[in-house]
């Protein structure tokens, strides 16, 4: 089971940006998001909306201690800061993973607790697209496939097409 | 030499998400951003500020008028209802090359225009996630260094370390 871990949400300023983080973990294979910050109705139901039109089982949680969270499981912090991530690839287990993304500050102690920080390149990060790279490293493109959706799209080449 | 088309941005609603897909496409390696849209001075100089201090030539550029840009070269267009870009990953150059990403609404003509329309899953998609793990795929994971940068991040497993 693959985990999310959105840590500071502002409900002005994140909405959008945490909404990516969520299709990006969805899409890539992890089954549920927790987030910290400010609890956000309108964003849960966003999410909730698009699990509920194209399939799957993703779950969206607010927490506010996120430490119990940590206890016993394999935890990446993703940073700018953090070692390169092509090198550890081969050592995160695809099972009781917690993948944590900021938020503009993170606190030190995530940085301590995390097992690995994981840095996507060293540059200035989106979390949106280290999370995405890194999923997608981790599940060696292979994504699912949300067969029960009531909206399925068919891969096109140039149209909007349905099955 | 890749460049990304950044399809109808808005001031107000877009800003964040807009810098999140320039950091990516920093990142991984393009020369420049396009965008159509508003003309936003703010969202301009922070791109030009992070370029500033973290290295590399990376311009952006607000334009009116998309369709000239298109011209002899090959253009991707990422969207959800595109073909597998897994699929045709070895056919894509890495010269002369336009990545073009949405903008809420995107006009036909871009599904028309373009040389490829890809998905990057065929789920609701982030144009972030999408074209960090579309350019991940056409570099190769092979990320360019930015020498030059005033501000240079040393990986490290446990805290924040400069060169």
Redesign the interface.
Known sequence: MIEVLRLGHRIQ?DK??ST??D??A???GASKIYYTGQKDKSYEESVNR?SGE?GGKFEIEHITNFKNLFKGKTVVHLT?????F?KVMDKIPLDNLLIVVGGEKVLWEV??MST??L????????E??????FM??LVK?K?PE?KDGKV??????????FY
């Open positions: 300023r959008r940006i990516h983080v299709l990006v969805r899409s890539f698009i194209f700018m800061y953090g070692e390169d092509r940085y301590e690995y920080n840095g996507v390149t060293n540059q200035p990060h989106s949106v697209g280290a999370l995405a790279v997608d490293h493109s994504y949300f399925r799209v068919k891969p096109s080449a140039k149209g909007k097409e």
